[in-house]
């Protein structure tokens, strides 16, 4: 819809019609309401994600969202939330973003408590005369940062670079990259398990 304040006003004018026992077009306002509904709907998760990114907590959007909890709040996020990984109900989608959070705790749990070897391979590829400069920007970038989570898109994008003349280091990009890969599917696997 082009602009729900114009439907808005046809349906309002629809209504008061009907009320005032009027002939009015009411299949024509219910589909304009209908159109409205779904534009307005798109627009509450934008504007929800635009205030978290300003720092509003969940507890304080709660109110206007209508739920009572930062929890409620969280979950009707989440059911609004368009999603790309194939998740069909809102449910699902709560299930696979707690998944993804818990998947990614236990990755920066294991990066951390490995960020020496980690920081040492990054340096290894970085270092890499061959290595094009945009990977070893990011490369560097990601060595400049204090956590070591950081090591790993930049190590797994170096990946495709390395794999013909670098293949040890390759292999321990894979075997790092397989390893977090197992590490999220367990985590997600865990969270589930003490659901039930």
Do not use: F
């Given at each position: 819809m082009d602009d729900?304040?114009?439907?808005?006003?046809?349906?309002?004018?629809?209504?008061?019609?009907?009320?005032?026992?009027?002939?009015?077009?009411?299949?024509?306002?219910?589909?304009?309401?209908?159109?409205?509904?779904?534009?307005?709907?798109?627009?509450?998760?934008?504007?929800?994600?635009?205030?978290?990114?300003?720092?509003?907590?969940?507890?304080?959007?709660?109110?206007?969202?209508?739920v009572t909890s930062r929890q409620a709040a969280e979950r009707r996020f989440l059911r609004l939330q368009p999603t790309a990984t194939g998740e069909t109900t809102g449910e699902a989608r709560i299930d696979a973003q707690r998944d993804r959070r818990a998947g990614d705790r236990a990755v920066a749990d294991w990066a951390r408590r490995n960020a020496a070897t980690l920081r040492k391979l990054a340096s290894r590829v970085s270092g890499l005369a061959d290595l094009d400069a945009t990977h070893a920007d990011h490369l560097d970038e990601a060595l400049g940062h204090h956590d070591p989570v950081s090591l790993l898109p930049p190590l797994a994008a170096a990946h495709a670079h390395l794999a013909g003349h670098h293949s040890d280091l390759a292999d321990q990009i894979t075997a790092i990259t397989d390893h977090t890969a197992h590490l999220r599917r367990q985590a997600g696997a865990q969270r589930r398990q003490r659901r039930t």
């Open positions: 729900p304040v114009d439907g808005m006003r046809a349906v309002h004018a629809a209504v008061a019609d009907v009320r005032r026992g009027e002939p009015a077009d009411v299949l024509a306002a219910l589909h304009t309401l209908r159109a409205v509904r779904d534009t307005l709907a798109a627009w509450e998760p934008e504007l929800i994600a635009a205030a978290r990114l300003d720092g509003t907590s969940w507890a304080a959007l709660a109110p206007a969202l209508g």
